[in-house]
């Protein structure tokens, strides 16, 4: 059963377009949820979140936790073709002494011209 | 430069012939893993390790093994390599042996068993 789910899977917009992407999770003995940007390379970090309700941002991207609900938010606004790419979430969890991080299966946004 | 470095990036092979695919990091950093990358199932952790001389199986440890003598490198090894293991596997680090820190991804090898 799957600990982390992304939606939707894929996503087509026009560029300037506003875009929220969703993650949620349900792991137990939470620690964090990150979020990934891949391109066609490895996966590059754009957030970490560990406290409900506080926004983090860089530039046009945002993101935002709901431990109560276990999900997250990634919001990208007036999107650029450069914004094309898998973005992936995370949840950081611990138990018996270990620590795992548990990947979604990615949306993937393209944003056309 | 800060870098997790991965060899090598690609790289085909025959079923049963041991192969090792080499990780190091530069950034002094606690916390290694290994993921595979497939298709349709995403970004799946192979193995990590908290500290020199400490692994753990991921979620899908089966056909590999792992060790870490230094702190700095990180071998995934294939004793017996299967078709089924054919994938894009990445290797990462994380300041935080507790993996609360945001990992530093390799650029990935790309392992293709015939």
């Known amino acids: 059963e799957d600990k982390v789910v992304q939606s939707p899977l894929s996503l087509v917009v026009h560029e300037g377009d506003t875009v929220t992407l969703n993650c949620s999770y349900e792991v137990t003995n939470f620690r964090s949820l990150l979020w990934y940007k891949q391109e066609k390379k490895a996966p590059t970090f754009l957030f970490m979140l560990t406290s409900s309700g506080i926004e983090k941002k860089s530039g046009r991207l945002s993101s935002i936790l709901d431990k109560k609900e276990l999900f997250s938010i990634l919001n990208i606004t007036a999107t650029q073709t450069g914004d094309s790419a898998v973005y992936l979430c995370?949840?950081?969890?611990?138990?018996?002494?270990?620590?795992?991080?548990?990947f979604g299966k990615g949306t993937k946004l393209s944003v056309i011209p | 430069e800060a870098q997790v470095t991965q060899n090598p990036r690609y790289l085909i092979t025959v079923t049963g012939k041991k192969l090792t695919v080499t990780c190091s990091q530069n950034?002094?950093?606690?916390?290694m893993s290994w993921y595979r990358q497939d298709p349709g199932l995403g970004l799946r952790q192979i193995y990590y390790?908290?500290?020199?001389?400490?692994?753990d199986k991921g979620d899908v440890p089966e056909g590999y093994k792992v060790s870490r003598k230094e702190k700095r490198n990180f071998p995934l090894i294939l004793e017996s390599p299967s078709p089924n293991q054919t994938s894009l596997y990445f290797c990462?680090?994380?300041?935080?042996?507790?993996?609360?820190?945001?990992?530093?991804f390799g650029d990935g090898t790309r392992l293709s068993i015939l």
């Open positions: 950034m002094n950093h606690e916390y």
């Open positions: 390790s908290m500290n020199v001389e400490v692994t």
């Open positions: 990462a680090s994380s300041a935080d042996r507790r993996s609360n820190q945001p990992q530093h």
């Open positions: 995370a949840a950081s969890y611990s138990g018996a002494g270990s620590y795992q991080l548990t």
